[in-house]
């Protein structure tokens, strides 16, 4: 059996690796398929080697191999194989290779439980922290249930790394095995007080993905979550709590009015945007929610359209954008807040990018009064005239009619005007011919609704006759 061994081990030095597998395929374009089908079976036979440094070999080129599409689900003993070696460098290639091509329904998964233990108990932190980071992609309910212990055991451990790593797995045992979140919460929920911020943060994204399921569960944490957002200056998980006081407050509006000042605070001294972003979108949650409670809210609500302001004024489209659909949220409860930025929102329409004048044309259909309609209309057709693309002329054309006509036409006070305004947009490019029968209807509609104006509609129907788009549309 040795001299067998020492026979396979001079044949096993003329290998590839996997430097070379790589090598090979790059050198091998035109026939790529069949040096693969060729190396996968020399892989096959160093797999069937009793030489565990030769199987790790092969498997890190499997490795390579999935990641190209190829299918290794047929190693998979073998892959368990490496991820028992007493060597660090070997089992690391075995776990990266079940992260890579284990699920939860992979079947050999049932012969690791007492590996996977022993290496979660291991006094080399990297071996528990990969196997904790492995874990996480092919945890089954099975391996959930048998090793939750294990796990917590972790959350106890004197290295942050490990307790860190432990936290996040948590969350991954809890959808696998929810029977585990009960007894698993009060060690949890200490997590949140560790003297390490990264143990803190990984604790609190945990119960904020929790939470965003039954958001009601976690009420009693709002003290320790109250405490680290006005002590933590961590950014990330400063988001992530502002969230979940977004998610709280609907179900607890006492606690809406103890945040308004602490957010109020950040908002004024964050840098970050994506911080600011959150902050005014809770504050707007919060003051939707307290609003028959806390008249006096005036001065929150115009410092978050003010910082919106800066949002939207910024090179960044993403930025701009978010800045719009807050503005939106402010504009269904404090109009007044939002039409003073009336002209920074009609500079939007310029835009290059059509989500953000669509985004804007939403904004200015809201802010619509009797003093500023016909402002808004000509600003919206002089769109409508250099518009390019139908379907952004369509949307203009659309929203001019709906803003006009909303209400049984409640902000038009001259309806001459607004039979003049229909007639020119008929005879605007694209508004004949997919716009006919809508135009025609509104100018009947308002002939029939205003009996003043039936001469001055009736003259101005003949004009339409001139317009063959809307003779054919109608037709």
Same mark, same amino acid.
């Given at each position: 059996?040795?001299? %067998?061994?020492?026979?396979?081990?001079?044949?096993?030095?003329?290998?590839?690796?996997?430097?070379?597998?790589?090598?090979?395929? $790059?050198?091998?374009?035109?026939?790529?398929?069949?040096?693969?089908?060729?190396?996968?079976?020399?892989?096959?036979?160093?797999?069937?080697?009793?030489?565990?440094?030769?199987?790790?070999?092969?498997?890190?080129?499997?490795?390579?191999? %999935?990641?190209?599409?190829?299918?290794?689900?047929?190693?998979?003993f073998?892959?368990?194989?490496?991820?028992?070696?007493?060597?660090?460098?070997?089992?690391?290639?075995?776990?990266?290779?079940?992260?890579?091509?284990f699920?939860?329904?992979?079947?050999?998964?049932?012969?690791?439980?007492?590996?996977?233990?022993? @290496?979660?108990?291991?006094?080399s932190?990297?071996?528990?922290?990969?196997?904790l980071?492995s874990?996480?992609?092919?945890?089954? +309910?099975?391996?959930?249930r048998?090793?939750?212990?294990?796990?917590?055991?972790l959350?106890?451990?004197?290295? +942050?790394?490990? $307790?860190?790593?432990?936290?996040?797995?948590?969350?991954?045992?809890?959808?696998?095995?929810?029977?585990?979140?009960?007894?698993?919460?009060?060690?949890?929920?200490?997590?949140?007080?560790?003297?390490?911020?990264?143990?803190?943060?990984?604790?609190?994204?945990?119960?904020?993905?929790?939470?965003?399921?039954?958001?009601?569960?976690?009420?009693?944490?709002?003290?320790?979550?109250?405490?680290?957002?006005?002590?933590?200056?961590?950014?990330?998980?400063?988001?992530?709590?502002?969230?979940?006081?977004?998610?709280?407050?609907?179900l607890?509006?006492?606690?809406?009015?103890?945040?308004?000042?602490?957010?109020?605070?950040?908002?004024?001294?964050?840098?970050?945007?994506?911080?600011l972003?959150?902050?005014?979108?809770?504050?707007?949650?919060?003051?939707?929610?307290?609003?028959?409670?806390? +008249?006096?809210?005036?001065?929150?609500?115009?410092?978050?359209?003010?910082?919106?302001?800066?949002?939207?004024?910024?090179? @960044?489209?993403?930025?701009?954008?978010?800045?719009?659909?807050?503005?939106?949220?402010?504009?269904?409860?404090?109009?007044?807040?939002?039409?003073?930025?009336? @002209?920074?929102?009609?500079?939007c329409?310029?835009?290059?990018?059509d989500?953000?004048?669509?985004?804007?044309?939403?904004?200015?259909?809201?802010?619509?009064?009797?003093?500023?309609?016909?402002?808004?209309?000509?600003?919206l057709?002089?769109?409508?005239?250099k518009?390019?693309?139908?379907?952004?002329?369509?949307?203009?054309?659309?929203?001019?009619?709906?803003?006009?006509?909303?209400?049984?036409? %409640?902000?038009?006070?001259?309806?001459?005007?607004?039979?003049?305004?229909?007639?020119?947009?008929?005879?605007?490019?694209?508004?004949?011919?997919?716009?006919?029968?809508?135009?025609?209807q509104?100018?009947? @509609?308002?002939?029939?609704?205003?009996?003043?104006?039936?001469?001055?509609?009736?003259?101005?129907?003949?004009?339409?006759?001139?317009?063959?788009a809307?003779?054919?549309?109608?037709?």
């Open positions: 059996m040795a001299l %067998q061994k020492v026979k396979g081990n001079l044949e096993r030095m003329f290998d590839k690796n996997l430097t070379d597998l790589v090598r090979g395929i $790059r050198n091998n374009k035109e026939g790529e398929s069949k040096y693969i089908a060729q190396c996968l079976e020399e892989i096959k036979q160093e797999l069937r080697q009793y030489n565990l440094s030769v199987k790790a070999n092969a498997v890190a080129k499997l490795n390579y191999l %999935q990641m190209l599409g190829y299918d290794i689900s047929w190693a998979g073998n892959v368990i194989e490496v991820m028992s070696s007493t060597k660090f460098t070997e089992k690391r290639i075995g776990y990266l290779a079940a992260s890579q091509s699920h939860q329904d992979t079947e050999v998964l049932m012969l690791a439980t007492n590996m996977i233990r022993k @290496d979660l108990s291991s006094t932190m990297y071996e528990a922290g990969l196997t980071s874990l996480s992609c092919f945890l089954s +309910p099975d391996l959930a048998d090793l939750a212990n294990d796990v917590m055991s959350l106890t451990s004197t290295k +942050p790394y490990l $307790r860190k790593k432990g936290v996040l797995l948590l969350y991954k045992v809890f959808l696998r095995y929810p029977e585990a979140l009960r007894p698993a919460f009060p060690r949890l929920k200490e997590k949140l007080e560790d003297p390490d911020p990264g143990v803190q943060s990984a604790a609190v994204n945990v119960i904020c993905e929790l939470a965003r399921k039954n958001p009601k569960n976690y009420l009693s944490l709002a003290p320790t979550f109250f405490k680290l957002m006005t002590s933590s200056t961590n950014n990330w998980m400063l988001i992530k709590i502002i969230k979940l006081f977004g998610a709280l407050t609907p607890e509006p006492r606690l809406g009015k103890k945040l308004i000042e602490p957010l109020t605070n950040l908002i004024h001294s964050t840098s970050a945007m994506s911080l972003y959150e902050c005014i979108n809770t504050v707007i949650a919060v003051l939707i929610s307290i609003s028959t409670g806390m +008249p006096n809210h005036a001065a929150s609500i115009q410092l978050c359209v003010q910082k919106l302001r800066i949002l939207i004024e910024d090179s @960044d489209q993403n930025l701009k954008y978010l800045g719009l659909l807050a503005m939106s949220k402010i504009l269904k409860t404090n109009p007044k807040s939002v039409s003073g930025h009336k @002209d920074l929102i009609m500079g329409l310029d835009d290059a990018d989500s953000i004048r669509l985004r804007a044309l939403d904004l200015l259909s809201g802010m619509v009064s009797k003093k500023n309609l016909m402002e808004i209309v000509k600003k057709m002089t769109h409508m005239a518009a390019e693309g139908t379907t952004y002329r369509d949307e203009l054309l659309g929203k001019i009619i709906q803003i006009c006509s909303q209400n049984d036409y %409640q902000y038009i006070s001259n309806f001459e005007w607004y039979v003049s305004v229909l007639v020119e947009l008929s005879q605007m490019e694209g508004g004949g011919g997919g716009h006919g029968k809508i135009l025609a509104q100018m009947m @509609d308002v002939a029939i609704r205003v009996q003043a104006i039936r001469p001055f509609a009736t003259q101005q129907m003949a004009l339409l006759i001139d317009n063959s809307v003779i054919l549309s109608r037709g």
